[in-house]
């Protein structure tokens, strides 16, 4: 069973900056891509990030590029969202998502707000 468990969200001012971690389980995570989405209040769920199995592709949405960066470690089953030079419009409800599988996990706030 697909378990995705996302963490690392909170409260930040403008220009601030988070590290997102989702530590997945239930799958080989070294076989699968992962992405980051996320839904801010109100909207819906967009793309932010996306990493391929090995983690020398990566793709980004035109709002967060030069400013996020998606990395992975598989030897801890986690895929990262380092997340810099924030603004208010990056506030949401950010979830991991792995290739393949339609599971997603809690999701983690983040806030940005001065």
């Known amino acids: 069973q697909v378990r995705l468990v996302e963490s690392g969200g909170g409260l930040v001012q403008p220009g601030g900056s988070l590290r997102l971690s989702c530590a997945a389980s239930?799958?080989?995570?070294?076989?699968?891509?992962m992405d980051w989405y996320r839904q801010p209040p109100g909207k819906e769920r967009e793309f932010v990030a996306s990493?391929?199995?090995?983690?020398?592709?990566?793709t980004y949405a035109d709002s967060v590029k030069g400013r996020f960066t998606i990395s992975r470690d598989s030897a801890k089953d986690t895929v990262y969202l380092q997340m810099n030079s924030l603004k208010a419009e990056d506030t949401a409800v950010y979830y991991c998502?792995?290739?393949?599988?339609?599971?997603w996990g809690q999701g983690t706030q983040v806030t940005v707000s001065s």
């Open positions: 990493i391929n199995q090995s983690g020398g592709v990566t």
């Open positions: 239930g799958f080989a995570f070294s076989n699968w891509g």
């Open positions: 998502r792995a290739w393949g599988f339609n599971s």
